[in-house]
């Protein structure tokens, strides 16, 4: 018989996992989460902030080491976000021997992430210069 809404089982949902989604409740594997794992992260579509011109002395020069040992550097406006820097690196990567795509940023020392995107590289304290440090989340 068909499991019905009562005061004595008001969740008609047999599973008791309250996190688990209710479509997965016959254990079948979320399509969507599979869909994401199997599909390459498609960059969306941005303009990459400008670089500035060598005289600008506002500009903040960043380095930053990758997991095989490359270095990039650039400059980007004190005003550009991690975002950005994020974005810029992401599309700079994608055509080398190897791409980063899910990575953190973080310097060495003091140690520190730079996880909020929305953070400009002043304010993040990043500027006028800094060494960050490309982690691959993926590997």
């Known amino acids: ?17 309250p ?13 969507k989460a599979e869909a994401a794992e199997e599909a390459p992260m498609e960059l969306e579509e941005r303009e990459i902030v400008p670089e500035p011109e060598p005289s600008d002395k506002s500009a903040c020069r960043l380095r930053v080491q990758l997991p095989n040992g490359v270095k990039v550097q650039r400059r980007f406006p004190r005003s ?9 690196l992401r599309v700079h990567t994608k055509d080398m021997e190897v791409s980063y795509q899910n990575f953190e940023l973080s310097t060495n020392y003091p140690r520190q992430q730079y996880d909020d995107d929305s953070v400009s590289l002043e304010d993040a304290g990043l500027t006028p210069q800094a060494m960050l440090f490309l982690r691959d989340l993926d590997a």
């Open 1 to 17: 018989a068909p499991e019905e809404t009562t005061a004595a089982n008001p969740d008609p949902n047999p599973n008791p996992n």
């Open 19 to 31: 996190n688990a989604n209710p479509d997965d409740a016959a254990g079948l594997p979320d399509a």
């Open 80 to 88: 550009a976000t991690v975002g950005d820097v994020r974005y810029f």
